[in-house]
């Protein structure tokens, strides 16, 4: 009984803990322009993230190694900084963006000063890590990231087109008015597909496997809150893509506020669907942005050879709570030269692309490493797959910049 | 030199060939002068955020939002709006979209205007109108750049 609760926790986690403000900006836009033509790239990032999700939780669970120590190990010094040095900075970024978006949350449900919203959070956040528990920061942020499912029910209520949904499972090349606009489609491939597979949410899973202490009895369970957990989640961006197409794209309107996306819970369930809307975003962006700074921690200690884990008090493991504690204060000192934090996000999201094969290659690696995993090491799904998708990975890092300069950054 | 530390160079060399050139086109696309592909940007950027500003009227006309949220999401967008009038104020046009940078920045001006006044009222639905009003404006003239 007490591990299929903490299954069911795992679950519902997995799925709160999904949509952050780079998914949410680009799958609401994603849906105004290109309607529903983009869901196929839902899908296949679910799958990816899936894939890979599954093999650094493996590698935790029966190692109990970190995914950095083997990167360094088996990369070498310095293709491992280099690895550390992208993985990171996009961290950075990504925390960046989460702390504006929250500040930009608290200035839409009380009023006042972005620049002081935004100092507000950043002690908010180091208290929240400080004091809570990992396992209770996964828990509250998770959970009550599910507030988010309002947009779900909103994007049903919206009236979604399920014939278009339902070609929009297929690849195809959309209706556009002009041959630029093939190029957008092409970025917005490639930045949803990284919005779904940001580097952080493994290395965090995998960090987070070993701070929650699993070993090798952990492998189905794994699997099991992957495998529901994730697919869950994506719901909620599919959701935030309906959402785009059916209300905002009619209105002419391409949210560039996380603020403006929550007008569509509004639309369909008045105040109480606003409040519930900017709630979850809350609590979904909280969970990114410390995910995030845990995550630049993990990767430096780890890389280092330092003590780790929340589970250490700051005495046992000094240099990984400074590590953590400088991701947030240096996010915020971004947030506060007055950076967009949604312009922040689109340039981390596209930056994180070309890191993906960097960040994906060591796992898929290490998981199929039979000295290193044993009797756990990839079968032959994991092995295709795992290869399947680091292709797919590498195309979109080539493409990702180009695309970047040639659509203008994103905008048309 | 080992196999590893070419590799290091190897990536290390990609990485910042990439950087430097996405601040070289970032470079050459801001000190170009505004052409049609630019002013088109703009003129979708300007009718997103006049019918954001409308949609808010709107829904706080109705009672569907909270006063905290209209005024302060209004002042966003008005913040944007701004930006976006600021910077066509300052910018330079190709010879054959004088006429567009002009108009364009009239809009922006109107539109950060009227969401000023929207976020200072007390009767949300005569700024819904305006609103609407510019929105289709500019996405006139935002067609008129997409031929």
């Known amino acids: ?412 | 030199m080992t196999k590893q530390d070419r590799h290091f160079w190897i990536e290390a060399t990609i990485l910042l060939l990439l950087l430097a050139s996405v601040v070289t086109a970032l470079a050459i696309s801001l000190s170009e002068p505004l052409n049609k592909d630019d002013l088109k940007i703009v003129a979708g950027n300007l009718r997103s955020f006049a019918a954001s500003g409308r949609l808010l009227a709107i829904q706080y006309s109705k009672g569907l939002t909270t006063e905290t949220f209209f005024r302060n999401q209004t002042e966003l967008i008005q913040e944007k709006a701004k930006a976006s009038a600021d910077s066509l104020r300052g910018s330079k046009a190709e010879p054959d979209m004088h006429a567009h940078l002009s108009k364009a920045a009239t809009l922006a001006q109107e539109i950060t205007n009227a969401l000023k006044e929207s976020e200072n009222t007390n009767d949300p639905a005569i700024e819904a109108a305006k609103l609407d009003s510019l929105t289709q404006q500019v996405s006139q003239e935002e067609d008129a750049l997409k031929q």
Not at chain 1, 29 to 57: C, D, H, P, Q
Not at chain 1, 285 to 290: E, K, L, M, R, V
Request: hydrophobic letters at 55%; glycine letters at 10%.
């Open chain 1, 1 to 412: 009984m007490k591990s299929f609760l903490e299954i069911f926790l795992g679950i519902l986690t997995a799925m709160g803990g999904f949509v952050e403000i780079g998914e949410l900006v680009f799958s609401v836009n994603a849906g105004v322009k290109f309607r529903y033509s983009l869901l196929w790239v839902e899908v296949l990032g679910t799958i990816g993230i899936i894939v890979f999700s599954e093999m650094s939780g493996r590698i935790s669970a029966v190692t109990q190694q970190p995914v950095f120590s083997y990167i360094r190990t088996r990369a070498g010094y310095g293709a491992g900084l280099m690895t550390l040095l992208a993985a990171n900075s996009v961290s950075l970024l990504t925390c960046t963006a989460e702390i504006g978006g929250l500040a930009l949350l608290l200035k839409l449900a009380f009023g006042g000063n972005y620049f002081l919203l935004a100092a507000l959070v950043l002690i908010g956040l180091l208290a929240a890590v400080w004091f809570l528990s990992f396992q209770a920061i996964e828990r509250i942020f998770g959970l009550l990231g599910l507030f988010l499912l309002i947009f779900v029910i909103a994007a049903l209520n919206l009236g979604p087109s399920w014939g278009e949904a339902a070609s929009g499972l297929i690849p195809s090349l959309p209706k556009v008015e002009t041959t630029s606009d093939y190029w957008l489609y092409g970025y917005f491939v490639v930045a949803l597909m990284s919005s779904i597979m940001l580097p952080y949410e493994v290395y965090f899973y995998a960090s987070g496997a070993i701070e929650d202490g699993w070993n090798a009895t952990m492998i189905n369970a794994n699997r099991m809150i992957i495998l529901v957990g994730f697919p869950l989640g994506s719901l909620l961006s599919v959701a935030l893509m309906f959402v785009g197409a059916s209300y905002f794209q009619p209105q002419m309107i391409e949210p560039q506020l996380p603020g403006t996306a929550a007008l569509a819970a509004a639309a369909v369930f008045g105040k109480w669907g606003l409040i519930y809307a900017i709630a979850g975003m809350f609590f979904a962006f909280g969970g990114a942005a410390i995910e995030n700074a845990l995550t630049g921690a993990y990767n430096l200690s780890q890389f280092l050879g330092w003590n780790w884990g929340k589970y250490r008090t700051p005495k046992d493991a000094p240099r990984f709570h400074v590590t953590w504690m400088l991701m947030f204060v240096v996010a915020a000192l971004i947030v506060m030269t007055g950076v967009d934090p949604v312009e922040v996000v689109e340039y981390s999201i596209i930056f994180a692309v070309v890191i993906l094969p960097l960040t994906y290659l060591p796992i898929l690696l290490a998981a199929a490493d039979e000295d290193y995993m044993g009797t756990f090491k990839n079968g032959w799904l994991a092995k295709t797959l795992g290869w399947l998708y680091f292709a797919i990975i590498c195309i979109a890092a080539l493409a990702a910049i180009p695309l970047l300069i040639i659509t203008h950054g994103g905008k048309g």
